[in-house]
């Protein structure tokens, strides 16, 4: 029985031998074995440390921070994350830099403040910007709407008796609606010319025929349009093609291939074998190109024929100096009368209306102001007659009565010529409103037959 007993122990004691270095063998195994894993994953595994009080482990984080508010602050490219400008201002320093001063502290916590109202405000702004622009922007399309309906119901139905009333007169000055435009300018315009459709055809094919006949004799390389004389003023129909590609080049639609590019030629050369004695003057494709834009093409001819005859344009594309000079001192008489120190000013600075005048006149401002402005200025113009463009000019002087009197001759001049590009039509109406065409009762025509009459005495 006691051999028994001592051949168990001695059993137990060899498995426990066994086991213990086993289990010791397989667990140092398993640490080694694990390490190339770690490292392959670039880290490395934790290294078992003995118990540490809470002292210690107090004593040793204090020394770590101090060691490290103590360093020189280098930090990496990798370790400095800015999340954006809030974090500057607000956020705690990193902990390798000095903590920042109550006072440092609260002045940025008022500049962003600051920075979040300042975007508020500029955030309301905008927001008040494009309201106000949406609601002028529904407000005048509301306005044509309901002048719209006007003129198509009211005026235009009842013309000879209703284009003088108040109402007419007044929708007149805020500007026609576009889809009335071209009718409200034709029947203004009239036809005294009696001129029609079956004209302008005829015109145009005999334009044609003039085109082909030079071109097959070879005078179109040969034509110097400074040397017109009323016996080859036809003969201008060459020099159309230059004129049109030239005009209105920003819309794209004159050029060659573009929509209009044809019928502004044809219209040209038709009115050139119209009127041989008048023939083609360069500038006349601009009026010839806003008579386009509002209306079909025959009647743009009907209409551009019956305007380059009234007296103010015969005298301008005829260059009649006598009557060119009554024009001008019946304009000056009003600008004395209107603007009296920039009227002066000019006089000191000897510059006269002749000098910056007759292009506006000549070509009734479509190379001087923005296109809608110019079909503002020509709603008022078919209202109230050739007036209405000298009062024009006079609006566009008091506008920029400020500017002028602070240029010289030259300066003025050159304002004068090429006009800001800015120019709105209602800054230009305000400005027009003000002007008055009476001097002691007299009107426009009054004291430009005056004039008139001493030129031809």
Request: charged share 25%; glycine share 4%.
């Amino acid at each position: 029985m006691t051999s028994i007993i001592s051949e168990s122990a001695d059993i137990h004691n060899a498995v426990h031998i066994l086991k213990r270095s086993i289990f010791s063998k397989r667990s140092k195994d398993t640490t080694e074995s694990s390490a190339p894993g770690w490292k392959l994953f670039g880290h490395v595994p934790p290294k078992s440390s003995g118990e540490k009080e809470a002292a210690q482990i107090s004593q040793e984080y204090q020394a770590k921070l101090r060691a490290s508010q103590l360093a020189p602050s280098h930090p990496k490219k990798q370790d400095v994350e800015v999340s954006s400008t809030t974090a500057l201002i607000l956020e705690n320093r990193p902990m390798n830099l000095p903590s920042k001063d109550p006072e440092e502290a609260e002045k940025h916590r008022l500049q962003y403040e600051q920075m979040i109202e300042c975007a508020k405000k500029k955030e309301q702004r905008e927001f008040k910007l494009r309201k106000k622009q949406l609601q002028n922007q529904l407000r005048q399309e509301d306005q044509l709407a309901k002048s719209s309906r006007i003129w198509n119901n009211e005026i235009l139905p009842n013309w000879e008796t209703m284009r003088s009333s108040k109402k007419a007169r007044d929708l007149w000055w805020y500007g026609l609606p576009p889809s009335v435009r071209g009718k409200v300018w034709r029947l203004a315009l009239g036809n005294e010319l009696n001129v029609t459709a079956e004209l302008y055809k005829i015109c145009i094919g005999r334009a044609d025929e003039k085109i082909k006949l030079m071109q097959d004799s070879e005078s179109v390389s040969s034509y110097d349009p400074s040397c017109d004389t009323p016996s080859n003023k036809e003969d201008s129909v060459s020099v159309i093609r230059l004129d049109v590609s030239r005009t209105f080049p920003h819309l794209c639609i004159f050029q060659k291939g573009g929509p209009y590019h044809d019928l502004l030629h044809s219209l040209l050369g038709a009115y050139a074998t119209y009127r041989p004695d008048v023939g083609y003057v360069q500038g006349m494709s601009f009026i010839a190109g806003i008579l386009l834009l509002n209306m079909e093409a025959a009647d743009a001819f009907i209409c551009f024929a019956n305007l380059l005859n009234r007296p103010c344009q015969v005298t301008f594309f005829r260059m009649d100096e006598a009557m060119m000079t009554a024009y001008y001192k019946t304009f000056e008489e009003y600008f004395k009368e209107n603007l009296p120190v920039l009227y002066d000013h000019f006089d000191k600075q000897n510059l006269t209306p002749d000098l910056y005048l007759i292009d506006w006149i000549f070509l009734l401002y479509s190379k001087s102001l923005p296109l809608d402005v110019v079909c503002r200025v020509w709603d008022v113009f078919w209202r109230d007659g050739e007036e209405f463009i000298f009062r024009t000019a006079l609006g566009i002087l008091r506008a920029y009565e400020k500017t002028l009197l602070s240029l010289d001759f030259i300066h003025i001049a050159q304002f004068l010529t090429k006009l800001p590009e800015d120019v709105t039509a209602d800054f230009l109406f305000h400005n027009i409103e003000p002007i008055k065409m009476t001097i002691d009762k007299k009107k426009f025509s009054n004291i430009l037959s005056t004039y008139k009459d001493n030129g031809e005495s």
